[in-house]
């Protein structure tokens, strides 16, 4: 079926802001972007929420999409549609927008209007790394039970207190802040239909905090339903129930690692040892495994190196979720296993017919993870090129 679902101005939303809102919301279509300062149109093509190709002039690919990052006054309309297109694109959309906006800001993409670029999606300052803003989807209230209002510094959540709560931000800003041995860091700041808290923080149990949640301003939180997530999580295979698990521990030893790398603790030589390349950065792997013996680490390959993304040990995942983009391996990280490492394949088929059978609220939580995951191996990617550059 073939229709303009939303048109709009890019004053209005933003690049940044267009690729979030289909990407949250598993839009496939046709993304067209029209400029007064550009003879053509150009072209992004969606497939469930995830970029594969664009077109911007003689640009194609990845190139197309940055590029079109400088066209900052124009018009856009995104049509739902099949899409029949090369798939040239593996990068995260988190990814790519933190990559396009820091070319932006070197000068790397040409602009084309009539004022600067401004940065509605991300932060930065000299002493910390750009910092992505994470927008969800569209609320599903049947799964909201009551309503809060919090205000500027108030702590939703303390890091190292337990609860069994999580909120969908309705309106406002919470940043995600973590304690260091030098004090406190920004890692993540949520804004309209994110999610605080994850799937695990609704089991029974004592469920302790990885990190604190603070207003950033007046938040409006609509209180989910964690009895209902819970029955919808029992009905799981153990195997989906396994990849839930590990992606929540993924994030928590993504942040982790950051904390690590702010207190110059990390050495990349030294986390590498003797282990030998399991899942090589860029290869078209769609496998995936679970670790049963042995430990992993995942890392970037740069210009600069490889840089340190988190440690994997027993119960983890690793390999390709084909409905979880996490920006990690394998199109954008490579997987180095330790010598006793011994893994079982994860059948992604039987739990990919699962999660199409999901709610949409319980299909948001998973995404808003995996988005929060590929955010914040941006940022420890580049407060450990920070640290590194500092030490030179």
Known sequence: MTGISLAGSLNFLNMGELIQIFGANGSTGILKIKSRYFPEPGFIYFVKGNIIN???????????????????????????????????????????????????????????????????????????????????????????????????GDRIVEEGKFGNWIWTILEGTVEIVKETPHGSITILRLTDGSFIGSISTVMPGQNMRSSSAVAAGTVQLGLLDSQRLYGEYTKLSNEFKAMIKSLDSRLKKQTSMMVDINSNKVKINEL??????????????????????GDALVARNTKSGYLPILGLSIGDFIGHIPFINIGQEPHSASVFGSRNLQVTAFDTGSIHKEYDQLSVTFKNILENIGTSISATTMVASEMYKNSMATKK
């Open 54 to 152: 664009a077109e911007a002039g003689t640009k194609q690919g990845i190139d197309a999409v940055y590029a079109l990052f400088g066209w900052i006054d124009g018009e856009f309309e995104f049509s739902r549609e099949d899409v029949k297109t090369n798939h040239t694109v593996h990068k995260s959309r988190m990814e790519i927008t933190l990559d396009a906006l820091s070319m932006l800001d070197d000068g790397q993409i040409e602009k084309l209007g009539p004022v600067s670029y401004t940065k509605a999606f991300a932060e930065s300052s000299e002493k910390e790394p750009t910092i992505p803003v994470i927008r969800g989807p569209l609320v599903d209230y049947m799964y909201v039970v009551d309503e809060e209002e919090h205000y500027d």
């Open 272 to 293: 590498l040892g003797n282990k030998k390349i399991l899942i090589e950065q860029g290869t078209k792997n769609i496998n995936a495994y679970i670790i049963t013996e």
